[in-house]
């Protein structure tokens, strides 16, 4: 090994760190982001180049997640006899798989590291992608197939469990919240980017594979692009994570000491609130197409349902920085004011079929008020993700001396417990993606509505008491 490979860097802690382990691909064993000159002269730069890797990865693992909402709509055009019922399947199912398989990854990732989880859990994407593509040009393809796909395509959301559980691990405290605001928000702009862009590739013959399925009125279309399009990406990205990112050995943590997780009360608190943010962000951009149809039929549905999504996204990134500057239980609470006050304007703007008492409706009302909640949502998806590193930094470090061997245990057993939480609460808040719409399905819409906001309610009970009043347990 060379000699400029062998530098070292002297620490204000007095340490010095051998730079070749963190290079792209290495495995590094000395981190202390929260040692200042640590993190400015080497930390900094190795966080960010994790993190910027991680982003496009998490969003095409969304777009395979979100696959069949866009998809399964256009099945019935094409020839395919399936009933509307196994059309909603076909569409609830990723949801349902995602989220348990969150659950799982939220253990495997640390373990595993998050260079080499990230290549590997985005690599596995390819397979259902390739038995789409293939099974949607054949309309003799039965439903059980069409379920067993859509059920793989939803393994794709569970990259979000093990990416932002990883990710933390890399940045300070003061960092967390933008950090996982940037990899969450960004990565939850592939739902608006499968909205947008499946409707504009199925009818390009430029990069088909196959042959063109037919409408009924003779025009063509290619449902297999919807796909095989993303599949060399996934491999491109795949490649870059691989050569490009690091493993933390101190990230490192089997299951068994993962697991103490289930014996913490603040971990059940904040699924809670997480399922109330994320689950409506998620849930709602599953759903707001089939709305828009239902309850607003002259609207195009691809010209607006992506809008939700994107807008709820990028809320995210500014509601972790803006949680990082006035605490993240304050702007949580904000959000979920927010939700209520957007989803009864929602109510407020539906047409009287729906039970809203409003004769014909305003789609430029309910439509904003749609937005208004998405975006709420996405400020609320960012600071709970920053209270939950701080909640537990609270509760273990708590009368214990920075730079004693006790702090640095304490300090280690809370980064891995905000690691397995954060991944908990985004497994559970992902059943969102099925169970609003399956109320939407079996409820009034406006009954429905009213649900969400006492729900809402509710959070902000939770948020207020545990983490935001004076005298609260555990301040966040």
């Known amino acids: 090994m060379s000699p400029a490979v062998r530098e070292e860097v002297a620490t204000s802690a007095g340490r010095s760190y051998d730079l070749a382990q963190y290079r792209p691909g290495r495995t590094i064993t000395d981190w202390e982001p929260e040692n ?82 990230t290549a590997l859990s985005t690599v596995v994407l390819i397979v259902p992608l390739i038995w ?23 393994v794709g959301g569970a990259n979000f469990s093990s990416s932002l559980a990883n990710i933390g691990f890399f940045f300070p405290k003061s960092q967390k919240g933008n950090a996982t605001g940037i990899n969450g928000g960004l990565g939850n702009l592939g739902v608006s980017v ?23 009125d003779g025009s063509p279309v290619y449902l297999q692009n919807a796909a095989f399009v993303w599949v060399p990406v996934l491999i491109v990205l795949a490649l870059v994570a691989w050569f490009g990112q690091n493993n933390l050995k101190s990230a ?34 599953a759903a707001l197409p089939m709305l828009i149809k239902t309850t607003f039929p002259d609207y195009s549905v691809a010209t607006y349902a992506w809008m939700g999504p994107a807008l709820g996204a990028l809320a995210r990134w500014a509601g972790g920085w803006i949680a990082d500057k006035l605490g993240g239980a304050r702007v949580t609470i904000l959000s979920f004011a927010g939700m ?32 208004a909640a ?62 609003i719409p399956a109320l939407f399905a079996n409820f009034s819409v406006t009954s429905a509505m009213w649900g969400f906001v006492a729900f809402y309610v509710s959070c902000i009970a939770v948020t207020w008491w545990f983490y935001a009043r004076k005298g609260a347990e555990s301040p966040s």
């Not at 245990?409 to 980064?415: G, N």
Request: proline share 3%; hydrophobic share 45%.
């Open 36 to 117: 200042e000159l640590f993190w400015k002269s080497i930390g900094k730069r190795v966080a960010a180049r994790n993190l910027w890797i991680a982003v496009p990865a998490l969003l095409v693992a969304f777009v395979v997640w979100q696959v069949w909402s866009v998809t399964a709509t256009n099945l019935k055009d094409v020839g395919f006899g399936f009933s509307t019922s196994q059309l909603f399947w076909l569409t609830a199912i990723p949801g349902l798989t995602g989220g348990t398989a969150r659950i799982c990854y939220t253990f495997l990732g640390p373990k595993i590291g998050q260079r080499t989880f």
């Open 132 to 154: 789409l593509g293939f099974a949607i040009q054949d309309t003799s393809t039965s439903f059980t197939e069409m379920a067993m796909i859509a059920a793989l395509c939803g």
């Open 374 to 435: 998405f975006f709420f949502s996405g400020i609320g998806n960012g600071s709970t993700f920053r209270q939950i590193p701080v909640i537990f930094r609270n509760q273990h470090l708590r009368g214990l001396t920075e730079g004693t061997p006790e702090y640095a245990r304490a300090l280690k057993q809370t980064e891995m417990e905000s690691g397995a939480v954060t991944g908990f609460t985004a497994g559970v808040a992902a059943y969102g993606f099925f169970f």
């Open 252 to 285: 490192s943590t089997s299951f068994r000491q993962q697991k103490i997780i289930f014996r913490r009360k603040h971990n059940w608190l904040m699924t809670w609130v997480y399922v109330g943010t994320f689950g409506s962000f998620i849930g709602f951009a």
């Open 194 to 216: 499968v909205q947008l862009l499946t409707p504009i590739v199925i009818t390009s013959s430029v990069v088909a594979v196959g042959s063109a399925q037919h409408k009924a």
């Open 340 to 371: 209520a006050l957007s989803i009864i304007g929602v109510i407020n703007f539906l047409p009287a079929g729906s039970g809203s008492g409003n004769s014909t409706g305003n789609f430029t009302g309910f439509f904003l008020c749609f937005l």
